[in-house]
């Protein structure tokens, strides 16, 4: 289970307190959000509009980290929720009492698209982001050939794991990995339709 600390902001940014130096992938992502980076991409420059449109249901994304991996799923978190997605984050989204394994994969069951979030120590690390990917897995394999659902985003040049490998991922040292990765959203399939 992924313990929660306490959150405070400066500016803008998530501080933890007790936390290892922010990761290469972190420090991306926030110089990304001080330069308004993450543009909103239900419109382009002409005011036309862009690859996610807001006015229809949200697109249910799920989130899956590794702890060390926190801070940066935190951000993604934030600026994906602010341009309307609906977004499941544990610690956004669970509630103190839940079972928290049963909530993760209710929410698994549910999401329209699996934004998991790998760096180097994720992929090589025993935890419950290996879980959450088996289960993706399993619930790949049921879905529609070529429909976007399981999404890998690789941090601090991460490589991508063989298990998702047939699958396309974005690097965040790329200049447009946000508005690659909302394109991909606004392609998946919804659940609910």
Known sequence: MRATAEHGTTAGRISMPGHRRPSEAARILARIAETDGFRNPSSDSRGEPGPHDTSGPAVKAFVSYARGDRDTAR????????IGYDVWFDEESLLPGQDWEYEIEL???????FIVLLSR?????????????????????????????????????????????????????????????????????????
Not at 75 to 82: F, P, Y
Not at 107 to 113: I, Q, V
């Open 75 to 82: 951000r993604l978190w934030s600026s994906l929720h602010a």
């Open 107 to 113: 929410a698994l069951e549910a999401c329209d698209a």
């Open 121 to 193: 120590d994720s992929v090589d690390k025993v935890g419950y982001v290996q879980r959450e990917i088996v289960l993706a897995l399993n619930h790949a394999d049921r879905r529609p050939e070529g429909q976007v659902f399981i999404i890998p985003v690789l941090l601090e040049g991460a490589a991508l794991p063989r298990r998702l490998s047939r699958w396309h991922a974005i690097d965040v040292r790329d200049g447009n990995w946000f508005d690659r990765l909302t394109q991909a959203l606004a392609r998946t399939e919804r659940t609910s339709e």
